[in-house]
């Protein structure tokens, strides 16, 4: 049975009827992980609680009257209503925490996976021609850099990465660096 907020009020103290309404739909998504813990961990103390003392009285009833209701039937229903409202209180609490766990969980991965792309891709990036300087001090203008030099760099590149190198054509490399050349 899921309590209203009319009900709970009825039946719990002003401290335990806060802890209900900030377990409602309205409130729950405004809490932080660690107020989340905190309520969840007096969430459970309070049902905790309310069961023992629910047993016992039942116990000290049965022992009193004979009968497990007592004498009208309904003895210690406040108590068990006020553990099954802690009950659900805390069902609530522990749904949100496992979401809250979870979205954290999928930033991680996403970060992790973001890190990993940019980390293959600086791995698999050539390193372009350093500036060689002239006999005056001065910039020389990069010179050519032949698709031998590049292929060369590119299976260090591989052989240090420890991975597979991917066999190409070489009538399809010679026509890129054709074209390269002829587009200059």
Same mark, same amino acid.
């Given at each position: 049975?899921?309590?209203?907020?009319?009900?709970?009020?009825?039946?719990?103290?002003?401290?335990?009827?806060?802890?209900?309404?900030?377990?409602?739909?309205?409130?729950?998504?405004?809490?932080?992980?660690?107020?989340?813990?905190?309520?969840?961990?007096?969430?459970?103390?309070?049902?905790?609680?309310?069961?023992?003392?629910?047993?016992?009285?039942?116990?000290?009833?049965?022992?009193?009257?004979?009968?497990?209701?007592?004498?009208?039937?309904?003895?210690?229903?406040?108590?068990?209503?006020?553990?099954?409202?802690?009950?659900?209180?805390?069902?609530?609490?522990?749904?949100?925490?496992?979401?809250?766990?979870?979205?954290? &969980?999928?930033? =991680?991965?996403?970060? $992790? #996976? /973001? %890190?990993?792309?940019?980390?293959?891709? !600086?791995?698999? *990036?050539?390193?372009?021609?350093?500036? &060689?300087?002239? =006999?005056?001090?001065? $910039? #020389? /203008? %990069?010179?050519?850099?032949?698709?031998? !030099?590049?292929? *060369?760099?590119?299976?260090?590149?591989? &052989?240090?990465?420890?991975?597979?190198?991917?066999?190409?054509?070489?009538?399809?490399?010679?026509?890129?660096?054709?074209?390269?050349?002829?587009?200059?």
């Amino acid at each position: 049975m899921a309590y209203n907020r009319e009900f709970a009020r009825k039946l719990c103290t002003a401290s335990e009827f806060e802890l209900f309404a900030a377990s409602m739909a309205d409130q729950i998504g405004g809490l932080t992980k660690a107020r989340l813990a905190s309520k969840i961990q007096r969430t459970r103390k309070l049902r905790d609680k309310n069961q023992d003392l629910f047993r016992r009285q039942q116990l000290a009833t049965r022992k009193r009257s004979g009968s497990k209701g007592g004498k009208t039937g309904v003895a210690n229903a406040r108590t068990e209503q006020k553990a099954k409202l802690f009950g659900e209180v805390l069902t609530r609490f522990e749904k949100r925490l496992a979401e809250i766990e979870k979205g954290e &969980k999928r930033e =991680a991965e996403r970060a $992790a #996976a /973001k %890190a990993a792309r940019e980390k293959r891709m !600086a791995s698999s *990036a050539i390193p372009k021609p350093a500036v &060689k300087k002239n =006999a005056t001090g001065g $910039a #020389a /203008k %990069a010179g050519f850099v032949s698709a031998d !030099a590049r292929a *060369a760099q590119r299976e260090r590149q591989i &052989k240090k990465s420890g991975k597979q190198a991917i066999q190409g054509h070489a009538a399809a490399r010679t026509r890129r660096s054709q074209g390269k050349r002829d587009s200059r």
